[in-house]
């Protein structure tokens, strides 16, 4: 029922490996289940039944004349958790929701990314520029979903919901890629 989002901006990759870590990358065939919810639960309020961990890994470089943008939605097994006994299909459809809208963000911001005028001076500087829009957007856009859904109580808000952010992921096909490359000026 929330939602938390963390956005990690990278240079270099970290040690820690998916596997370590239990990520799940985004990719359109993913479905939770309730054992994807490892996590201890953070929250007191017996209200709250399920909480996912959503992110962004943002790894911009540049390689000779070309720059290199890698960005990942991920879902965190270990710091996602769940009432189990309260957990409903229903619910976790719209924590899927929650993971298709960050997913939606990164190619929003690969799009943003591009439309830059930026150089190899000013790159970083104007990537985390870009971040920082998408990730107040996409905070945003998950309040949005949770006040108009409910957190799922809703059923047509819900479906609403899901029809809009497909919507949006085929909106954004062409950002689909977890790595643009484009040419940069010094």
Excluded at 58 to 83: E, F, H
Excluded at 112 to 121: D, F, G, H, I
Aim: proline share 3%.
């Amino acid at each position: 029922m929330r939602f938390l989002t963390v956005f990690v901006f990278c240079f270099v990759l970290s040690q820690t490996t998916n596997a370590q870590r239990e990520l799940i990358e985004w990719n359109d065939s993913i479905s939770f289940k309730i054992e994807d919810f490892k996590g201890p639960i953070t929250s007191p309020d017996k209200n709250l039944h399920i909480s996912t961990n959503c992110g962004l890994y943002c790894i911009p470089q540049i390689v000779g004349d070309t720059a290199i943008l890698t960005i990942i939605a991920y879902m965190d097994k270990n710091k996602s958790w769940a009432r189990k006994k309260d957990v409903t299909p229903a619910l976790l459809e719209h924590e899927k929701g929650h993971f298709d809208l960050t997913e939606v963000f990164a190619r929003k911001m690969k799009k943003r990314v591009l439309a830059l005028r930026t150089n190899k001076r000013t790159f970083v500087k104007d990537v985390q520029e870009v971040y920082n829009k998408t990730w107040e957007d996409l905070q945003k856009q998950h309040q949005a979903y949770d006040k108009a859904t409910e957190f799922s109580n809703v059923e047509f808000a819900q479906r609403t919901w899901q029809n809009y952010i497909k919507e949006h992921l085929v909106q954004y096909h062409f950002y689909a890629s977890q790595t643009i490359r484009f040419p940069i000026k010094d």
